[in-house]
């Protein structure tokens, strides 16, 4: 059984009162009553209740953050910064992984809630307005990172994502592709849309028309790259270069090109989005869109510490400029696959 409050007063001859003051740090305590009670505190491994600290209006310390997948190394590497920097501020992070899905996401926030974090992260594509309206309602403190819904009157941190697709599709042209198709994943995302919005204008700024048969959509997997890489790679205007709106699905599309004999970049340019770790293991090494992933996470939660400690009382929307990594998946055009 947890020792209680009333174990440490019994223990260290003191009154709860005593004993409560220790542990919050208030009122007027002799150093030496103040030791003695610590030691049976450290005795016993007592740990005060962050809950029962957040019921009479004290803060937990704890951010929550939600992502769509852990298994993505770009979330991977985001929970990583977010945790790296919150530890650096004094906060713990409790993270949940949804799937994107809107009732693991409810679940979630409803669990996050109960802990009474001080804040909480989203880097889910949610649709689900409502629930984070509930929360403002509240006064829950709400940032978004990599994400975006100018909708909801809270702090965001992202990447010019319409820069990206415009710096990936530009890099393909001036390589000598014409043919370029694209990856995307849910249409229904605001970064899916803007990188898909810098591909159609780098095509238009270079005299080249969108054709909407070089458009793809994929889940956000490598399985899912593949698989419709495959299927471009199989069409009789098949493209000489593939843009994958991150870096999973450029995986996948390397994966379709080597099953089919395909060499890269002598036959066929793939570019990718994000650089993750990924990026730099795979075997070419991937060109892609870098998103500076650690200067995400530190302004994300500077921006929430702010807001949780009444620092701030207006919203920012930081957006973060991408750099074009080049590596070995993408050369001067040398044939036209047809």
Known sequence: MKPTIYDIAREAGVSIATVSKVINNTGRIGDKTKQKVMKVMKDLDYHPSIVASALTGKKTHTIGLLIPDIANPFFAEIARSVEDMGNE???????????????????????????????????????NTTILQNLLKKKVPIALIARDMPSLPVDTVLVDDYMGGYEATSHLIKLGHQKISIIAEDLTVMSSKERIRGYCQALEDHGLAFDERLLHVSDFTIEGGRKVAAKILSENNSATAIFACNDLLAMGAIQAAREKGIQIPEDLSIIGFDNTILASICDPPLTTIAQPIQDMGKKVVELLVKEIKEEKTTKQRVVLMPKLEIRKTTSEIHINLV
């Open 89 to 127: 501020l004094g906060f713990s992070v409790m993270m949940c992984s949804t799937d994107n899905n809107i009732d693991k996401e409810s679940k979630y926030i409803s669990l996050l809630e109960q802990k009474r974090v001080d804040g909480i992260i989203l880097a889910t594509g949610t649709q």
